[in-house]
């Protein structure tokens, strides 16, 4: 898990504004979201934890810590106000501590047994601050200083420094000005030498930048994603002579002499970081040797010596073989780009090795025994280090002898080396070392009573502490979020040192006040009990109780609302009322400006209609519920039952409607409105009696029964087959139905006889019977349309009727995609028009009307 700490800078200072028109406060939060966006696209961003820290005083600087969400932590960000002083050394100490709480109930810096880098909790915190002078109570402060208070987290005192080897601080100085900077701006970002909190970040292996501008801010930010690595830092010291020059082919020395480098950029002594990569199987890292404290345990020791931050690892320049030694698990570390790893991949030297060491490490040598070395990588892009158990070439010369000429046999000879070995070793490595044999395939060599490098004293003081932190990790967490006590008031301090006795008024009062001291005694008595009350600005003044909590600022407008409010003087539709609702509107806080349904709540309830209409009952959710107040097509009658089916046809013939319901009254045709009259054509007994009906609807003689080549449409031909037989089949049906009636422009004539409302009901009832029939022979899959065409010849009612019905066909097969089915209908409602305007014309009914 990385945690990405940022450390906000809310001095008043960051009130100033920039050449963008926004403040550095803004500039900072933008800082962070555009961090947290380009950070996400990192597959490596899932093991981050944000936390967001302030400048304010401890519990109210952490306004985001261990437990809270991303939520928290973005609505903390935008509501960061830019007040108080600036204290960046108590506000770095706070951080680092709320780091080494967690660190000491986990147990993860294993103090006194050795340094583990692959036991790493990586922390990267970053300061956006502009950089000002700090200030604090005592004044302003020319020099970063923070306060090394041990009692706030349990085992400080065993670390020298307040932070750890994987914790490093970077600083972001902005220093944005008001006028807009040249834009020939290069991409190189200088560091801010001239902060203080550059020295802090160079102490613990980070950086300082400084930003002049947005350009510089985004190269900032992509240059602290390169950062985002899990390692540690190591303080790398060169011990003994330097290396000779390495001479090429060619006759040149390669090297890098230290006139060649930047200032302060020596290669002999640099703090850098180590990339620890994690395992892509487990998902943390996984390592195997820890690297030695800087002094030898002592089981009768009751204390821990205090180790610093970084471990100071010299190495020696006089190259060696670098070995190893198959089987036997070693940690590879690559060190962070520096003047160092230049050096050495400069002299091209791939095979060659430097050792290294920390001092006082081993008993009695003061440079202490080798536990690795420094190596170039084979294609020299990289420097390693390689980090072996201690003294790794007198055993790796005793295991090649075991495993090669004894044969895992070992001899009292060996067995004495080994043992001269161990004596050598930090009591700390045996419990990697048996792990490592045991791999190897060697047991029953390391003794058992080698285990405990620590004495009791030490381990139950450790157990104390962790405790302890434990404790001090669960408060700081409930802290979060709390406000801080405000101040009962200021005490005044008399600072008068004149005695009563000298007071020159000293006999008046004493004539004034008689013989009674204990009055004259309380009259004397100096203000110091007298307390003068700090207002605090999270609670809101009650106006409406105490006037003198009105600013005289806000007095006229106060007191038009309390008139409003309380007397009542102006109706409330007035100017009054409306301007106090309107700045009671205007005076919500941010974050609950997108609440409407609480301001909906808070709206009167609308007055109801006079006359209430029906609610519209919903079918949402329920497939079998049909709303009887919408339309619905012919399909949908189908489905819906009998019920729907009669509504239906009600509506369709004007029936009468039930009692009750109002009748809508046709209106006044226009002018221009021609009128035609309907005719009736002659009845003709010899075809009455071609087709005959029941009352269901289907044929009664079955004389009406047409073959595939009578009715039927042909591709090859532009009209249907046997157009006269069927046009006779028309007339015959025509007169039959008593209901012949159609349009005729030509000659209007009064019509002969009219339908009853009974017997159009029962034609109505009929086609209905019918076309339930029709569409589901529309809707039946093929190209058969011969049962389809025998069903329309028996349609009941005058044309318009018919030609209504077989429009609505015609609607159903384009529904179900039927374009070939459509044209055929349509042909055939041609025909029969023409056959009908034929019968009325008096022309023959076996005459086949025009073609098209």
């Known amino acids: 898990m990385t945690i990405i700490i940022f450390l906000v800078d809310t001095s008043a200072s960051m009130n100033q504004r920039t050449y963008l028109g926004t403040t550095l406060l803004d500039v900072a939060k933008s800082a962070v979201e555009t961090f947290m966006k380009i950070r996400s696209r990192d597959p490596n961003c899932r093991w981050d934890r944000y936390m967001l820290l302030t400048f304010e005083d401890p519990p109210a600087n952490v306004k985001a810590g261990w437990k809270e969400s991303h939520a928290t932590f973005i609505s903390e960000l935008k509501n960061l106000q830019a007040v108080g002083l600036t204290s960046m050394g108590p506000a770095l100490k706070h951080t680092f501590d709320l780091l080494n709480v967690n660190r000491m109930q986990s147990g993860i810096d294993t103090y006194g047994q050795g340094r583990c880098p692959f036991y790493l909790e990586p922390a990267m915190i970053i300061c956006i601050t502009d950089g000002r002078k700090m200030t604090g109570l005592g004044g302003v402060q020319h020099e970063l200083n923070l306060p090394m208070d041990y009692a706030a987290v349990p085992g400080s005192e065993l670390t020298k420094e307040p932070f750890r080897w994987d914790q490093r601080l970077f600083g972001l100085v902005v220093r944005i000005p008001a006028t807009p900077p040249p834009e020939n701006q290069s991409t190189y970002i200088p560091s801010a030498d ?24 985004n190269l900032c930010l992509e240059s602290l994603m390169q950062k985002c690595s899990s390692g540690v830092v190591i303080n790398f010291e060169k011990v003994g002579p330097d290396p000779p020059p390495v001479s090429g082919e060619d006759g040149e020395v390669n090297g890098v002499e230290d006139n060649h480098l930047p200032q302060g950029y020596s290669w002999q002594n640099c703090r850098k970081l180590i990339y620890v990569p994690r395992s892509a199987q487990k998902g943390f890292a996984v390592g195997h040797w820890p690297i030695p404290e800087a002094f030898w345990p002592d089981l009768n020791s009751s204390t821990l010596t205090p ?55 081993a008993r009695y040598s003061e440079l202490g025994h080798p536990f690795g ?39 009292q000879k060996w067995r004495q080396q080994f043992e001269n070995y161990l004596a050598t070793m930090p009591l700390y490595y045996v419990t990697p070392l048996r792990r490592a044999l045991a791999r190897m395939g060697i047991h029953n060599l390391v003794p058992d009573q080698l285990d405990s490098c620590l004495s009791y004293s030490v381990i139950s003081y450790l157990k104390r502490l962790k405790n302890q932190a434990k404790m001090e990790y669960e408060k700081l967490v409930a802290s979060v979020g709390q406000h801080v006590a405000v101040s009962e008031g200021i005490k005044i301090v008399s600072h008068s040192r004149t005695s009563i006795l000298q007071r020159q008024d000293f006999n008046e009062l004493l004539r004034h006040y008689g013989t009674n001291m204990s009055s004259l005694k309380q009259e004397l008595t100096e203000y110091s009990t007298f307390t003068l009350t700090v207002p605090d600005g999270s609670i809101e003044p009650h106006m409406y109780r105490n006037p003198f909590d009105i600013p005289r600022r ?6 038009t609302k309390m008139r409003c409010k309380f007397l009542h003087a102006t109706p409330p539709s007035s100017a009054a009322t409306t301007k106090q609702d309107e700045d009671e ?19 009167p309830q609308p007055l109801r209609e006079i006359e209430t209409q029906p609610v519209r009952q919903h079918t949402f959710g329920n497939p079998f519920k049909v709303n009887k107040n919408i339309m619905i097509d012919e399909a949908d009658e189908v489905m819906a039952g009998p019920q729907a089916v009669r509504k239906r046809v009600n509506i369709e013939m004007g029936c009468a409607s039930p009692a009750g319901s109002k009748k809508r009254k046709p209106g006044p045709l226009p002018k221009g409105v021609p009128v035609r009259q309907l005719i009736s054509p002659t009845p003709d007994t010899s075809k009455q009696k071609t087709i005959g009906m029941n009352s269901s609807g289907e044929e009664s003689d079955g004389s009406v029964t047409t073959d595939d080549e009578d009715i ?20 015959a049906y025509a007169m039959s139905s008593g209901n012949g009636f159609m349009y005729s422009d030509h000659q209007p004539v009064t019509e002969n006889h009219v339908l009853s409302k009974k017997d159009q009901a029962i034609i109505a009832k009929k086609n209905l019977a019918l076309r339930m029939k029709v569409v589901r022979q529309v809707r039946t899959p093929g190209k058969n349309h011969k049962e389809l065409f025998c069903l329309l010849n028996v349609i009941e009612g005058d044309l318009d009727t018919r030609r209504l019905f077989i429009h609505r066909i015609i609607h159903e097969a384009m529904r179900f995609k039927r374009r070939s089915l459509a044209e055929m209908l349509t042909k055939y409602e041609e025909t029969m028009i023409c056959q009908e305007v034929n019968a009325t014309n008096g022309i023959g009914g076996d005459q086949k009307p025009p073609s098209r």
Not at 335 to 359: C, D, G, K, M
Not at 554 to 559: E, F, G
């Open 373 to 411: 070395y420094l190596k170039a990588s084979s294609n020299l892009l990289c420097v390693n280090l390689f980090v072996m158990p201690y003294n790794y070439p007198v055993l790796l010369g005793l295991l090649e002898e075991l495993i090669k000429v004894l044969k895992l046999k070992p001899t």
């Open 194 to 217: 001239d902060a203080p909190i550059d020295a802090m970040c160079d102490v613990t292996g980070g950086q300082s930048y400084v930003i002049t501008s947005q350009k510089t801010l």
């Open 585 to 603: 509107m205007h005076n919500i806080p941010v974050q609950q400006m997108g609440n409407y349904q609480e301001y909906m709540k808070n709206m």
């Open 554 to 559: 806000q007095l006229l407008s106060q007191v």
């Open 307 to 361: 180790r610093t931050a970084h471990p100071v690892v010299k190495f020696s320049c006089s190259p060696c073989e670098a070995k190893v030694l198959e089987n036997l698990p070693f940690d590879k570390y690559e060190l962070e780009p520096s003047s160092l790893t230049q050096y050495i991949l400069e002299r091209r030297q791939p095979n060659v090795a430097w050792q290294v060491f920390v001092s006082s490490s």
């Open 712 to 731: 039927g449409w042909h591709p090859s031909t532009d009209l249907y087959n046997g157009d006269a037989e069927l046009g006779n089949h028309m007339d």
